[in-house]
């Protein structure tokens, strides 16, 4: 079955510190698509990032990178020296086409607490 | 760059009342999706939309729910009488139809629904 699994229900940082989120999926497809998602306290989905099954090339963007491992199942997100604007729950997301709807299928986030 | 709206983007009514929530999609994505967000939780699948009529729905998408495309520009979620269990966010999504365009949802700012 899809499903994936955020463990951090919580981390709170001190600004500049380096902090990592977790995400473990589990699917029963060999063509998949993972995600992560930035929801600032208004609300919005924020998309951040989307990287395919067959791609696991670690991937940088600025402050942030992204380790995808199919080995373990994990596509972890990393923030370097953390702001107190990275403040906001992050979820990682899962789709497949298995069902035929590719529909998403989201873990349970991981807020993040970025301290001045 | 297109976007997907919603309106309005927030709600407030009284249990049992029925609700409307719009979405504009974009123009040329053929698929379509509702999402909620209970507040404090994660983002839960309720119903994907594909050639006027439903391709797969979750359990939280029983008889109380229904959808419609009544146009071709907007994609509607319609809660018959709401419950108090109904206040969440409400997402909308689109996507295209081939390629990678498969597993890639485009998200709407949500509307924010309040039963009193």
């Known amino acids: 079955a899809q499903k994936v699994t955020q463990a951090q229900t919580e981390i709170s940082v001190v600004e500049k510190e380096d902090v990592t989120l977790d995400c473990v999926y589990e699917t029963r497809d060999t063509t998949y698509y993972l995600f992560w998602y930035k929801q600032p306290p208004s609300g919005e989905l924020v998309f951040l990032i989307r990287?395919?099954?067959?791609?696991?090339q670690n991937e940088i963007s600025g402050r942030y990178s992204w380790n995808f491992q199919k080995s373990t199942s994990s596509f972890n997100f990393t923030i370097t020296a953390s702001q107190v604007v990275d403040s906001a729950v992050y979820f990682c997301?899962?789709?497949?086409?298995?069902?035929?709807?590719?529909?998403?299928?989201f873990g349970t986030g991981t807020r993040l607490k970025v301290l001045a | 760059e297109p976007e997907v709206t919603q309106t309005p983007s927030h709600q407030v009514t009284q249990m049992g009342q029925e609700v409307i929530l719009r979405c504009v999609p974009i123009?040329?994505?053929?698929?379509f999706y509702w999402y909620r967000q209970i507040l404090g939780q994660k983002v839960e699948f309720l119903v994907s939309f594909y050639n006027n009529e439903i391709s797969e729905k979750s359990e939280i998408f029983d008889d109380q729910f229904s959808v419609e495309r009544p146009d071709g520009s907007n994609f509607t979620l319609k809660i018959r009488s709401t419950k108090l269990e109904d206040s969440a966010m409400y997402f909308c999504?689109?996507?295209?139809?081939?390629?990678?365009?498969?597993?890639?949802?485009?998200f709407g700012p949500g509307t924010r629904l309040t039963v009193t």
């Open positions: 997301a899962l789709s497949e086409g298995y069902s035929g709807t590719y529909k998403y299928i």
């Open positions: 999504a689109s996507r295209g139809v081939t390629g990678e365009k498969l597993y890639e949802q485009y």
């Open positions: 990287r395919n099954s067959f791609d696991e």
């Open positions: 123009s040329n994505h053929l698929y």
